[in-house]
Antibody, heavy 122, light 113 residues
Framework: QMQLRESGPGLVKPSETLSLSCTVSNGSVTSGNYYWSWIRQPPGKRLEWIGYVYHGGSARYNPSLKSRVTISTDTSKNQFALVLRTVTAADTAIYYC??????????????WGRGTTVTVSS | DFVMTQSPDSLAVSLGERATISCKSSQTVLNNSNNKNYLAWYQHKPGQPPRLLIYWASARESGVPDRFRGSGSGTDFTLTISNLQAEDVALYYCQQYYTIPWTFGQGTKLEIK
């Protein structure tokens, strides 16, 4: 069964760039059956969808973050990545990666990583 | 953005009883062209990844016990958990996937009374 695992620094300084990776196990990031997504949950707040990427295709982003976000795939590592630029304390959150199965419909997330906590602080 | 509002924020139910969670969308998530509601439910336990329970408002994901039932249409939806078990203690979220950005409810915390 496919598994996802997030990795990256747990602490990022304000105004710097947050970079996270999601490693795909028992499956391939090049599969045409999935969109690869990032979701986050700030402390005490609801889940927020950040965006998705489709290997070989375009990415779509939450308009609230679009100017600062890039999601991409890395086939050599079987990973997909999140880059969030110019972070502030408001970007402190648990970050999850997930897959959206196109065999059903885009938008539902049927496999998730366990999440990684990122704190923005100097 | 579509705003998803769940109620209650928390509830306590006795083992073996029924739990009912409501989710309201600020706009319809019913696609009239295919008559499908673009609404999902997730279960989230501490230290675990969220788990997809229900999609299309009422379709159970593979492996989800039939104690979990989703219902509703348009803007009003319900997740019903029958015969509550101890392992059902969790946060539950609804989510619309009718339009980008996908958005989630604030969550409902389910506990045992």
């Amino acid at each position: 069964q496919m598994q996802l695992r997030e990795s990256g620094p747990g602490l990022v300084k304000p105004s710097e760039t947050l970079s996270l990776s999601c490693t795909v196990s028992n499956g391939s990031v090049t599969s045409g059956n999935y969109y690869w997504s990032w979701i986050r949950q700030p402390p005490g707040k609801r889940l927020e969808w950040i965006g998705y990427v489709y290997h070989g295709g375009s990415a779509r982003y939450n308009p609230s973050l679009k100017s600062r976000v890039t999601i991409s795939t890395d086939t050599s590592k079987n990973q997909f990545a999140l880059v969030l630029r110019t972070v502030t304390a408001a970007d402190t959150a648990i970050y999850y990666c997930a897959r959206e199965p196109l065999t059903v419909v885009r938008g539902i997330m049927d496999v998730w990583g366990r999440g990684t906590t990122v704190t923005v602080s100097s | 953005d579509f705003v998803m509002t769940q109620s209650p924020d928390s509830l306590a139910v006795s083992l073996g009883e029924r739990a009912t969670i409501s989710c309201k969308s600020s706009q319809t998530v019913l696609n009239n062209s295919n008559n499908k509601n673009y609404l999902a439910w997730y279960q989230h336990k501490p230290g675990q990844p969220p788990r997809l329970l229900i999609y299309w408002a009422s379709a159970r994901e593979s492996g989800v016990p039939d104690r979990f039932r989703g219902s509703g249409s348009g803007t009003d939806f319900t997740l019903t958990i029958s015969n509550l078990q101890a392992e059902d203690v969790a946060l539950y979220y609804c989510q619309q996937y009718y339009t980008i950005p996908w958005t989630f409810g604030q969550g409902t915390k389910l506990e045992i009374k």
